[in-house]
């Protein structure tokens, strides 16, 4: 009998220890592209016709972890480009306005304060900035780390402090911040289901999707990874946001990405 009492007390201890949530999210805005030919991205649809893409950086911060930022834009050198740059294999020119150091500085939140940098995964738009913190553990498939250290460029350095994960992951333990493997992008793409008191659930899909009526259609892009894969991932996203009731934060899609609340607002 005591020493059931004793486990019960041992469970309450256990489970009060790994007590917490996600309290606040920022939507900072890390960049934007226009591209010349959207069928690039919708194959046989839309030729000729050119789109404009939001590229956000969302800061979330857990009661007891911190802050964890999911993924990190476009490069902070491109704020001192004022004609953008152009990626000639996609007819796509990048800008920025404020660096991503500069838009958490004005928050309040140093480089140092961040513990977790997650990213969706390893391309210059999302990855762009992963160095500016050199103190965070970088979050990230470990397929996706091993695809990364491949490309002639690399998009981090090799001696970052990184947790290479396998597969989905509840971060935190209780259930705030959950890493869903989403492969077909790239070899092993990811994306976050997030808890908010208030707001609900939302999923930050990385580029899982790049904008709504490819969404609405199923549509993938021609230069992906995997078009198996990521017809797949888009299915188990579809069943993650019935089964939570959630939001699809779709990043690149300019029209609601731009909608949505910016820092210094935050969603809880
Ligand atoms: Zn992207």
Aim: hydrophobic share 40%.
């Amino acid at each position: 009998m005591r020493s059931m009492f004793l486990t019960v007390i041992l469970l309450v201890l256990a489970s009060t220890a790994r007590a917490g949530e996600v309290d606040r999210l920022y939507v900072i805005d890390c960049g934007w592209a226009h591209a010349s030919d959207q069928s690039l991205w919708s194959p046989g649809v839309d030729g000729g016709v050119p789109i404009a893409f939001a590229d956000k950086c969302y800061l979330i911060h857990h009661s007891r972890e911190g802050y964890l930022l999911w993924d990190t834009g476009i490069t902070d050198r491109l704020a001192a480009a004022p004609d953008g740059v152009t990626v000639p294999a996609l007819g796509q020119t990048w800008h920025r306005t404020q660096t991503l150091v500069a838009a958490l500085a004005a928050l309040g939140v140093e480089p140092a304060d961040v513990h977790y940098v997650a990213i969706s995964h390893v391309h210059p738009d999302h990855a762009g900035n992963v160095d500016a913190f050199p103190g965070a553990t970088l979050i990230i498939q470990k397929a996706e780390w091993d695809y990364a250290m491949t490309l002639p460029q690399k998009p981090f350095s090799p001696q970052h402090k990184g947790q290479p994960i396998e597969g989905d992951k509840d971060l935190f333990g209780d259930g705030s911040a959950v890493i869903l493997s989403t492969p077909g992008h790239t070899p092993a793409h990811q994306s976050l289901l997030v808890h908010l008191e208030k707001t609900g659930h939302v999923v930050l899909s990385g580029d899982l999707v790049h904008f709504q009526s490819n969404w609405d259609n199923r549509r993938v892009p021609g230069f992906n990874h995997d078009k198996a894969e990521s017809m797949a991932s888009m299915e188990k996203i579809a069943r993650v946001l019935a089964e939570n009731h959630a939001q699809l934060w779709i990043n690149h899609d300019k029209p609601s990405s731009d909608a949505r609340r910016h820092a210094p607002e935050f969603y809880q």
